[in-house]
């Protein structure tokens, strides 16, 4: 199985809502990542989990949250966005066995189309 | 931070021609260069990719060429065919996992 599962695909919200995206996989890896994409943009790095921790936080506002609940599991909850956040949420994974271990290819989700309104 | 700068942003070929997409990275802290294909509405997925300890890599039509003196790396695709049509990104990945990708080039092949 070399999938990573995320959900939902779509999503639409208020500014003054509350949501979460999530994100799964069952390759045994212990690197997640959380990437921001807008259209005809490069992916941007936002979050890295290793072993369920916090390893990077790319300076992302306090309105996105991660959470690594074990590690299968990511979820990124939102509260109070703005219309600029629109764009779409990539999850990935990878070995992330400690220092080379990152070196390893990274398999994306399909991500999550978001649109704040 | 790593600064990754990808030429050209878009290219255009003859069906069975050679692409060449070409990057350069500015963190030599970097030690990993995976390529991404990103069709329309879908996730990126990995192409090839190569480390800082070789100097070229080939699969069937694909290679890739590294110079981690000059620190910039190529992807070269072979025999092109529109089904390669597509955003090309690459990227440079820390130990520490944090990878920066290039702004993407747009390939077309056309038949």
């Known amino acids: 199985d070399t999938e990573v599962t995320q959900t939902p695909k779509h999503l639409v919200m208020g500014m003054t809502n509350k949501k979460s995206l999530k994100c799964e996989q069952h390759?045994?890896?212990?690197?997640m990542y959380w990437y921001k994409q807008k259209a005809k943009k490069p992916p941007e790095l936002m979050f890295v989990?290793?072993?369920?921790?916090?390893?990077i936080n790319e300076s992302v506002p306090s309105r996105f949250s991660p959470e690594c609940p074990n590690s299968s599991l990511l979820n990124l909850h939102l509260h109070a966005l703005q219309p600029e956040d629109s764009a779409l949420y990539l999850c990935?994974?990878?070995?992330?066995?400690?220092?080379?271990?990152?070196?390893?290819?990274?398999?994306f989700g399909q991500g999550t189309r978001l649109t704040v309104v | 931070g790593e600064n990754v700068e990808q030429h050209p942003s878009t290219l255009s070929v003859q069906e069975g021609d050679s692409a060449v997409i070409k990057c350069t990275y500015s963190?030599?802290?970097?030690?990993?260069f995976p390529w991404y294909k990103q069709e329309l509405g879908k996730r990126p997925q990995l192409i090839i990719d190569?480390?800082?300890?070789?100097g070229e890599k080939k699969d069937q039509r694909i290679a890739v060429t590294l110079n981690k003196t000059a620190k910039h790396f190529s992807l070269h695709i072979t025999e092109t065919q529109p089904e390669d049509s597509a955003v090309y990104f690459c990227a440079a990945t820390t130990n520490a996992g944090k990878s920066t990708f290039g702004d993407g080039t747009t390939l077309t092949v056309k038949p």
């Open positions: 190569i480390r800082s300890n070789v």
């Open positions: 963190d030599s802290a970097s030690n990993y």
């Open positions: 990935a994974s990878s070995q992330g066995l400690g220092g080379q271990g990152f070196l390893t290819e990274a398999f």
């Open positions: 989990y290793s072993y369920e921790k916090l390893s």
């Open positions: 390759m045994g890896h212990r690197a």
